[in-house]
């Protein structure tokens, strides 16, 4: 009788997307939803590096799963130019992802149109708090 086992490891960084506006303003806070295509670790680097090269770290909430979620406010932030979002999580095997990047437009302008098609991926709860957030934007113009 032969003994013998399968041992099958797990050894692939699971893949990152960042959802994000393409643009906003100074005043306004920005949600931002990273999540991965499999269960996650707690273990996060998500920064910003605006376009001075002024880098801000910061820690976002987890949801036990594959979602991690932040607010930025914008206040902080030169009043026009870039702010690049970036991030790398890993996996509960402890695999992490590659860097991911997502670059906003920070500008003064008087009119903004906002587009939710890169939320669309999201679960219903996470595209109904952006339309509540996007609705309360709306009415403050």
Sequence with gaps: MNNHFLLDLDTTAPNVEIYAPYFTTPTATVYIFIEADEPLDNWQ???????????RDYI????GNAQFTGAISM?????????AIYARVRDT???TSH???KTMLVTLGDKIYMTIRDFLPLDTSVRDLLASNISALVRRV
């Design 45 to 55: 680097e998500i920064y910003t590096i605006d376009s001075e090269g002024t880098r």
């Design 75 to 83: 206040i902080d932030y030169h009043p026009e130019g870039n702010v």
């Design 93 to 95: 095997v402890h695999n």
């Design 99 to 101: 860097l991911v990047e």
């Design 60 to 63: 976002f909430s987890f949801d």
